[in-house]
């Protein structure tokens, strides 16, 4: 991927001149696309947009894109903009690989573009700054204020390394950045396709540009609306709901390990065997009710794991400070405020206590100064055509209640598919999940509200 993005920070990107710059913002006016030096379909490129959109005129930065043209250009149904999430992930390398149906890819010119701080756009790299972090979930006041003491230092560190991008990183300037790309690229219209924290770009996309909009889908969709409770608390809820679809799956499933047994009972004795290393089970438990892999998980009740590669996006650790944190209000302020927070975590979910991601980027928020730059709010979509909202109703990472509230603040041009099974991103999970979603991208036909379990 270095020689990847070395390329498309080389790519040479016209400006618009000084006239023009005077009567509006300075905006690119084309894109030099190249070869892609590890894909010989792909083209390559960079785009120049200002660091803070407030701010036109002043230090620009470049954004790293990719594009994959349409296989069928008679039929060419225009532009498909895409985002993997994490945040953290490549939209580059999301729209170059083989997720996406032959049909997209024949009706399509498939777009990615690395969001602020990923990838191949002045990636946010201080995973190693972060290691010897106090717990997470501190016992005491001592251990709050020790975490606390952690995030600021860390923080800073992290901000002298990686620069201005590092507080100009949150969702907002990237649904920015995504229409100037919309307009490099000559087009009217955009259809987009975001997975978990890519639906919060295409959200906003849509709140400042729906007319923009062709068509939009938002698979396993983030709520902006939630503020730290329900933050916190529904996903610690999803979690515990993932867990009981995993032990109704031990019940039917005479492969299970523990078919036959009481899961949770044995789920509860795992526990106290982990002695030290219990929040690291409970972690790995929640990684496992995520994809879902339901063998690796009874492995885990039955202290039986097998060895597992676990990462998420290659910098998510980082960027998720400069965006998520910039997204939603998680400043915990005292250990008395975490204390009831936590009590809430625990209340929804006595099984798996709390949700992984959910926790982890609370207390990685708590410490960072100042209100959020992009503020959670109510979703106004008015101005958009209908949005395809997707989720599986059983997904730990982005609760499902959080889809159902999608729905429920913008009735009247959202429609809801829900994939009536287990785990986050639903567009493969079943030939029902795809059609829905392949027929709305190429016709802009509704699908119909649900589609059955698959195991």
Known sequence: MRSMTRALLAVVVLLLGTATAAAEPVRPVSIAWGPCPEDAEGECGAFSVPLDWDEPRGPRIDLAVTRHRATDPARRAGVLLVDPGGPGGSAAQFALSRYFSEDLRARFDIVGVDSRGTGGSLAIRCADLLSGAPSSHPADEAGFEALLRFNRTANSRCRERSGPIFDNAHSDLVARDVDALRQALGERKISYYGISYGTMFGQLYAERYGHRVRAMVLDSVVDHSADLTRFVGDRAAAADDSFVEFARWCDRTASCPLHGQDVFAAWEAALDRAGEGRQELL??????????????????????PAARALAFEPNYESVMRATVCQDFSLRVKNFQQYSRLRAEELRRSPLMRGN??????????????GPPANPPHRLDISGAPTVLVLSARHDPTTPYAWAVNIKRQSPHNTALLTYEGWGHGAYLRSACTRGGVDSYLLDLTVPASSCPAVE
């Open 356 to 369: 992984f991601v959910g926790h982890n980027e609370v207390m990685a928020c708590t410490g960072i100064p």
């Open 283 to 304: 972690d790995l438990m929640y990684l496992a009710l995520r994809d879902p892999a339901w063998p690796w998980a009874a492995e885990l009740v039955a202290a039986t």
